[in-house]
């Protein structure tokens, strides 16, 4: 996933399931890291993708 699971590597198929693609060289990192990501690939609209509940916000601010 080049480093990173965002959902540009998600897509919908036939039948309304979620299917992952591009995940060659997927490797793992915390959550903190994966939101922070998304926080700065999606700037203002970061908050309509939610489930950042129970993150801890000292990871997320380093």
């Known amino acids: 996933m080049h480093g990173e699971l965002g959902p540009d590597h998600v897509l919908v198929d036939a039948a309304g399931e979620p299917v ?24 203002d609209q970061y908050p309509s993708l939610g489930g950042a ?4 916000r000292h990871r997320l601010d380093l």
């Open 20 to 43: 992952l693609i591009d995940i060659e060289g997927l490797m793992h990192f915390d959550v903190e890291w994966e939101h922070v990501f998304l926080r700065i690939r999606f700037g």
């Open 53 to 56: 509940d129970g993150l801890d």
